[in-house]
């Protein structure tokens, strides 16, 4: 991405329904086992997947303690667009349309990164996001939206109402009832993952 190199780990299976880029939220990484075990139920539903670090080794030990750069969802974006720039170009998944699935901090990236390359990214999943943190980018996005929020988790299931409110795109709400943030209650992440993989099945 211009002047620094991102890891990332991609699975294409053949012949790919669609290929799906994580944007994963703040304090974590490419090696989330949340979004790992999303990712897994994807690729077994024929869609790829591309896990990507959105911030270098030393942008990380930067922001373990200054936590500044987790939240500068403008940069993260500019990340993601890039990194759906190359899925365009090098084509790891030949012409497989593209999906973003974000979690956390990362759906707000996600939701603005989408706006930005309207013609590439076909669909977007939110797992426990703050897509209210995209601010004006919402109502540019163009990509179908579906919003996965726990049921316990109250605050954040009222701000991605609000996010709901501001899109214009096909977008959906689903609570999915007992779980709290992070979806650690047994089963709650499985639902999860099987939304994720219908919805993107479906729009791709």
Known sequence: MGEVGLAGDVVVPA???GVVLF??????SRHSPRNVAVARALNAGGLGTVLIDLL???EDEVDAVTAELRFDIGLL??????????LASERPAGTAPVGLFGASTGAAAALVAAARRPDLVRAVV??????DLAGAA??????PTLLLVGGLDE????????????????????VIPGATHLFEEPGTLEQVAEAARDWFQDQL
């Open 56 to 58: 270098t080794p030393a």
């Open 126 to 131: 939110s797992r426990g996001g703050r897509p």
């Open 77 to 86: 974006a500019d990340r993601l667009a890039g990194v759906v720039d190359w």
């Open 23 to 28: 944007a994963h939220g703040s304090g974590s």
């Open 138 to 143: 919402l109502g540019q996005v163009r990509a």
């Open 15 to 17: 012949e790919p329904r």
């Open 155 to 174: 605050q954040v299931i009222d701000l991605n109402q609000e996010a709901l409110n501001q899109l214009t795109a096909p977008a959906e709400l689903r």
